[in-house]
């Protein structure tokens, strides 16, 4: 028997409220492409409220990882950030133009990174190093991860 609506949002809660930083990372860059994605499906199908309500959603995922960034960690911080910017960039572009060209680029970047940040992470579980826990959400949904560069 399928499993209701509430009962996948309940699965999906307790998801998030157990999984580790890094795990929290990699969901909230696959919810981003997975916005990006639909968002080219809604280009293709000429709906603008699609397009836009989804590289809205995108762009508030991107712009969380960008927040959730500890500058006080230097360079790779502040490299991070200018390509957290640069995607958003990119997002909004496609919003305006409503053309799939900018979101293809941004879920290539997005891709990227988010192979970086989970190989990143399993590496430092194999090599015992502490990934912290994740952190409360606040009741507007937004966390505020400390991702060190």
């Known amino acids: 028997m ?3 609506a509430t009962e996948f949002d309940a699965y999906k809660k307790v ?3 157990t999984a580790s930083q890094g795990k929290l990372i990699v969901m909230l860059f696959n919810g981003a ?7 080219k499906r809604q280009i293709a199908s000429k709906r603008p409220e699609g397009v836009h309500k989804n590289l809205v959603r995108a762009q508030d995922i991107v712009a969380e990882l960008r927040s959730s960034l500890n500058m006080e960690m230097g360079e790779v911080a502040r490299n991070l950030d200018r390509i957290y910017e640069y995607a958003q960039h990119l997002l909004i572009k496609a919003n305006i133009r409503k053309e799939t060209g900018p979101v293809d680029e941004c879920i290539a970047h997005l891709i990227e990174l ?9 590496k430092a579980a194999k090599e015992g190093e502490s990934i912290p826990t994740p952190p409360k959400m606040n009741p507007g949904g937004s966390s505020a991860l400390n991702i060190k560069g």
């Open 2 to 4: 399928p499993a209701s």
């Open 15 to 17: 998801n998030v409220e």
């Open 33 to 39: 492409i997975q916005r990006a994605e639909e968002a």
């Open 114 to 122: 988010r192979d970086m940040w989970e190989a990143a992470f399993e």
